[in-house]
């Protein structure tokens, strides 16, 4: 099995084909639910003849801090750029309703834009009725796979498989035999990166503790951009014995990491290499990240489109199709990618299935 799963794509710069939307600070995906169906049997849609308009519309905080987000729009804008099409972004308000975002993925399409990129659950039911109202133009939606029908494909990754790596780093370089993880919100989304680090980490030491804690609970979903309450989610952990605390919160992490660093402890990052993407004040408390490669998903997405072999149903990257991974960023696990890479191949060959649930 080759390694590139454990490579981050290096986040395309700004170019002159995008259209900007409204801006906003970074924020990770909103949850989704559980998906149906890897695969679906329902007729694709007529293949775009021609691909010259891209879109990708963002929920609330858009992109800009180079994580989740970014990783989707620099996928979509490969693409984009590959094919010679324009790429256009859209970022929610957060007063935006269901209505609104309907109206905003309508009006991609009644403009020619084909595909449309939705980045979070939140677009799962106005994409729904969207997409009957414009059955020849393709859809995709990001981290959701609730949505059927035979011109929208859900875009998911097997986010438990690169929480399980992580688990395996934490234990291993653990020294009290008790790590954390923080959440945003108890939702099957992320009880997925609570279920495989748990996994993970009990491989190593069945023995080991791990702490959990959720910021907030449905339908509060604050929990993913509260960087204050993550800090003190993780110094409690950190107070309770644990040396490396994982966050699966959004904007929300950057609180774990400061606590890691103010008590001299180990974080671990999502989704993107927060070792790259952190303050340089605090980036040397970044231990790992488990990286969720949203750029692979919107890449494919697009390029599907183009060439005609898009489907209707949902397109599963996992640690096989480099859809996940862990970062080495820093230098901090060089010791042990070897006992990493070796779970990573049971993995991928079904040796060890990851629990989806805690």
Do not use: H
């Amino acid at each position: 099995m080759g390694l590139g799963w454990r490579r981050l794509a290096t986040l395309a710069a700004a170019a002159g084909l995008l259209l900007a939307g409204c801006a906003g600070g970074a924020a990770s995906p909103v949850p989704s639910g559980e998906p149906q169906s890897p695969v679906s049997t329902a007729a694709p849609a007529s293949p775009t003849p021609a691909l010259t308009k891209v879109a990708i519309a963002y929920d609330v905080g858009g992109r800009g801090g180079g994580g989740f987000n970014d990783l989707a729009y620099e996928g979509a804008l490969r693409a984009a750029t590959e094919l010679g099409a324009q790429l256009k972004e859209i970022t929610a308000k957060p007063s935006d309703t269901d209505a609104d975002r309907e109206e905003r993925l309508a009006l991609l399409a009644d403009v020619g834009y084909n595909p449309v990129i939705g980045v979070g659950y939140t677009y799962a039911g106005p994409m729904a009725k969207v997409a009957a109202r414009y059955p020849d133009t393709w859809f995709g939606i990001v981290d959701d796979g609730t949505v059927t029908a035979p011109n929208v494909t859900g875009i998911l990754f097997t986010e438990e498989q690169g929480s399980f790596l992580v688990g395996v780093a934490a234990a291993l370089k653990s020294k009290t035999g008790n790590v954390g993880f923080v959440g945003a919100v108890p939702v099957p989304l992320i009880q997925k990166f609570e279920a495989g680090f748990t996994a993970g980490a009990r491989a190593v030491n069945p023995d080991i503790k791990v702490q959990v804690a959720y910021l907030s609970q449905p339908p509060d979903f604050a929990g993913f951009n509260d960087p204050a309450k993550g800090k003190e989610a993780a110094l409690g952990m950190y107070d309770a014995g644990a040396d490396v605390v994982f966050a699966a919160a959004g904007g929300s992490g950057v609180g774990v990491i400061g606590a890691a660093k103010q008590q001299g402890r180990w974080a671990i990052g999502v989704d993107a290499d927060e070792y790259r993407t952190s303050d340089p004040s605090i980036r040397d408390a970044v231990l790992t990240s488990m990286l969720k490669r949203a750029d692979a998903g919107t890449y494919a997405f697009v390029r599907n489109v183009a060439d005609g072999t898009a489907t209707g149903g949902n397109d599963v990257f996992d640690l096989a199709r480099d859809g996940v991974g862990y970062a080495t960023s820093g230098g901090f696990i060089d010791d042990i990618t070897d006992d990493i890479d070796a779970y990573a191949a049971k993995i991928t060959s079904g040796a060890i299935v990851v629990p989806t649930t805690p």
